[in-house]
């Protein structure tokens, strides 16, 4: 359900957007499917489990969630990615290629916080692997499930202004450096949503996803291009494969 | 094979731990490995016999996880009804009458602070017969270096997450290769590759716990 949720500017250009923990709840038939179970044969036990799981996100889920808008484009004679604002950023040719129609780009952080985490860390120290294994498992749906919700929310943004947006792109994914996430923070005040990086490029909390969508009048959300990827080891990318249509 | 050593191997490959777990949903009330294996142990039954028949089933388990059969939670439930088993094996452990493997030391790598999947390899190599010493994540080189100090003949298993933290695995791989040029080292994490292993400079790569547990007795074989 798409629909334009409250944000406020945190400095010039900045905003950071109110999500609230029931918009990324997810359902019992997603976190079966990403556990394995695809056809829905559960065990009780662990039907049970995901039960007491999803129980918990709202407490424990505290999302928050920004976004800048530059303008961008893809330079004809550098292919393998595009300039935002004044800095070329090099997202490899796959996600240069899906950009090319944009004007602007729009970079993003979003968050669940710590508390699944914790939750999840504190499961397997106490012995209760499964619960933690469980815990984890709905944690990144939620993250995920955030950066969904803010891409829908730039969407409607941009449409008010007669724009529309691509997918969105994440450092680390088609080509994409994760290397590349120091520069991406480099557009964010420090501490943006309370994310901060690691010396390797590691979000804390954990459950955080950053990124880029493009936004243009001639913009399009249009199927990943994961068939001509090579990388067997991308779960997104098999995932896609495996819903493709034959 | 005795027929309750058969059925404690059973429990394991099941995640049957004991009488009051629900799980699986249709051995639900019967006893599990923790009640069988006291049974047995009662009745004379050699420890080495239910180790072994518990090995196997780990074994059996971690096949069935490689061919999409069952996934992360069974494997995870057999792991604990493997702990429940050797709860009761400790005092031949420490006799010196039933073995562990050898001791494999494994910690997710500085800068790094992924755990799930680090944990999963450390209950499944614990639970296929391995003295495990878990050093947590974000594990500094010279961490590691302590730690096979005190187990010189140990098997070191190093995990990450991301691109940008296989540099400080590389840099863990040099560093304890610089003290102990003869130690074995696995490394394992989504971003890894068979080359990128070869390339640091470990001895294998493991795509998971079952990958290494094949591994670890590849090289308990050929040493
Ligand atoms: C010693 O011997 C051994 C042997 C085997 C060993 C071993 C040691 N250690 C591990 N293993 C192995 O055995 C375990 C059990 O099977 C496995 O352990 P894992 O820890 O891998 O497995 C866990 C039990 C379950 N697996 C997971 O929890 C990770 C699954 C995938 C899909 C994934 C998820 C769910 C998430 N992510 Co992301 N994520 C991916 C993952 C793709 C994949 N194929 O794994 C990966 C790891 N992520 C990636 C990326 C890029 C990112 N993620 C991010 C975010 C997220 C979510 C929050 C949405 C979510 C949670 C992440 C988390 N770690 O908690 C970002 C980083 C987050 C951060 N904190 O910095 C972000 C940087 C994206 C972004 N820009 O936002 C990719 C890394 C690629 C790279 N080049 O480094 C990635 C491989 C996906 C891809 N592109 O294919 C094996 O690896």
């Given amino acids: ?246 | 094979m005795n027929e309750l050593v058969e059925t404690i191997g059973r429990c394991v490959e099941r995640g049957k731990i004991n009488k009051a777990s629900p799980f699986p949903g249709d051995m639900k009330g019967l006893d599990g490995a923790d009640e069988l294996t006291h049974q047995a142990l009662e009745a004379g039954t050699d420890a080495e016999a239910i180790l072994q028949a518990c090995i196997a089933a780990m074994v059996r388990i971690g096949e069935k996880f490689g061919r999409n059969e069952v996934f992360v939670p069974e494997m995870l439930m057999a792991a604990k009804a493997m702990k429940a088993v050797t709860e009761h094996l400790k005092p031949f452990f420490q006799s010196g009458s039933v073995q562990a493997k050898g001791t494999f030391i494994i910690g997710t790598v500085a800068g790094d602070l992924h755990d799930i999947g680090k944990n999963l390899v450390s209950m499944f190599v614990e639970g296929n017969g391995w003295n495990v010493v878990d050093l947590g994540v974000d594990v500094k080189p010279e961490k590691f270096i302590d730690a096979i100090r005190k187990q010189p003949k140990c098997v070191v298993g190093l995990s990450a997450l991301l691109t940008t933290t296989i540099v400080s695995m590389s840099k863990t791989v040099q560093e304890i290769r610089a003290l102990f040029p003869s130690i074995n080292i696995v490394v394992g994490g989504a971003p890894l590759t068979m080359e990128i292993a070869k390339e640091m400079g470990a001895n294998g790569y493991a795509r998971d716990p079952q990958g290494a547990v094949r591994w670890l007795a590849a090289i308990r074989e050929a040493s």
């Fill in chain 1, 1 to 246: 359900m798409e629909r334009l949720l409250p944000q406020s500017e945190r400095e010039e250009g900045v905003f950071e957007v109110t999500i609230d923990a029931a918009d990324v709840t997810i359902s019992k038939e997603v976190l079966y499917r990403a556990l394995g179970y695809s056809d829905n044969r559960i065990d009780p036990h662990f039907k049970d489990i995901v039960d007491h799981v999803l129980a918990g996100i709202h407490d424990l889920c505290a999302v928050r969630a920004g976004y800048r808008v530059l303008d961008a484009h893809v330079k004809a004679d550098r292919g393998e990615g595009l300039v935002v604002g004044r800095t070329f950023i090099t997202t490899g040719c796959t996600i240069a290629g899906q950009l090319k129609n944009a004007e602007k780009a729009a970079l993003f952080l979003c968050t669940i916080g710590p508390g699944m985490e914790a939750w999840s860390r504190r499961l397997f120290r106490e012995g209760d692997p499964v619960r933690g294994h469980f815990v984890d498992t709905a944690a990144s749906l939620a993250a995920e499930k955030a950066a969904a919700v803010l891409h829908d929310h730039i969407g409607l943004v941009m449409a008010g202004g007669g724009l529309k947006v691509t997918n969105r792109f994440s450092p680390g994914y088609c080509g994409w450096p994760v290397a590349d996430q120091r520069r991406l923070f480099s557009f964010f005040p420090e501490n943006f949503c309370g994310i901060s990086l690691t010396e390797s490029a590691l979000m804390v909390p954990v459950k955080s996803v950053s990124g880029m969508i493009g936004i243009g009048a001639h913009a399009m959300r249009e199927n990943y291009s994961c068939e001509r990827c090579s990388r067997k080891e991308c779960t997104a990318s098999r995932a896609y494969k495996n819903s493709a249509p034959t």
